[in-house]
């Protein structure tokens, strides 16, 4: 079956530091590759994402490559701020398993001033 | 992307008891989605929500437990029956809107004593 792998939290950094966060999968299919945020008592958020091999998703000064040949879709940002703490989601849709979606564990990441 | 709500936003109830849970989406939709989120953890799925037939379950979930419904392309309900403090969790309801694309309700957070 499908599954999701990220980095376990929490991390702890510094404002304007680089950020980045480990996500690998297993699909049986071409799956679809997602980030989600929940920020502090909020709901869940969209961050970006990315449908196909070698696209790049971005979203608010966050990035992420789907790479096929190493089944990863890490999150990066270079400069993050206070706002950027957050629980962080890797999560997968496989259109043969009616677009469902499979999710990572969740990263938390604690951005101090 | 589709504004969706749920009713309660929290509850907290006492065991054996059952409550359910409302989501509404502001625009007609094909799919729509039950996630389960256990305190600290990620978001599992519990049934995809179909409209004019039974909803379809994941492995570990049933719908004696879980009893939804799907009387439109609108809107949705999750049970939660004969609960136990195990269930205390939040629970989502998501919409497939375009491009593949999942959006999460605000959640419900639901407390069982």
């Known amino acids: 079956g499908n599954s999701v792998t990220q980095m376990e939290g929490p991390v702890t950094l510094s404002e304007e530091a680089f950020l980045t966060i480990n996500c690998t999968y297993t699909?049986?299919?071409?799956?679809?590759l997602f980030w989600y945020v929940q920020y502090p008592g909020e709901g869940l958020q969209l961050l970006l994402k990315?449908?196909?091999?070698?696209d790049k998703g971005s979203n608010k000064g966050f990035e992420a490559t789907y790479r096929k040949e190493t089944t990863s879709f890490h999150l990066e940002k270079g400069s993050v701020q206070v706002s950027d703490s957050a629980v962080y989601f890797c999560?997968?849709?496989?259109?043969?398993?009616?677009?469902?979606?499979?999710f990572g564990g969740g990263t938390r990441v604690l951005v101090k001033p | 992307s589709a504004v969706i709500s749920q009713k309660p936003s929290r509850d907290i109830c006492q065991r054996g008891t059952s409550l359910t849970i409302q989501c509404q989406v502001d625009?007609?939709?094909?799919?729509m989605f039950w996630y389960r989120q256990q305190p600290g953890q990620s978001l599992t799925l519990i049934a995809t929500?179909?409209?004019?037939?039974?909803?379809?379950?994941e492995s570990g979930f049933v719908i004696d437990k879980f009893p939804i419904s799907r009387p439109n392309l609108t809107f949705s309900t999750l049970t939660v029956s004969n609960m136990s403090p195990e269930d205390s969790s939040i629970y989502l309801c998501?919409?497939?809107?375009?491009?593949?694309?999942?959006?999460f309700g605000p959640g419900t957070r639901l407390t069982v004593l």
């Open positions: 999560a997968l849709s496989d259109g043969a398993a009616g677009n469902k979606l499979t």
């Open positions: 998501s919409v497939e809107y375009m491009s593949n694309e999942q959006f």
């Open positions: 929500a179909n409209q004019g037939s039974e909803a379809t379950y």
């Open positions: 990315a449908t196909k091999a070698d």
């Open positions: 625009s007609q939709v094909t799919m």
């Open positions: 699909a049986t299919g071409y799956p679809s």
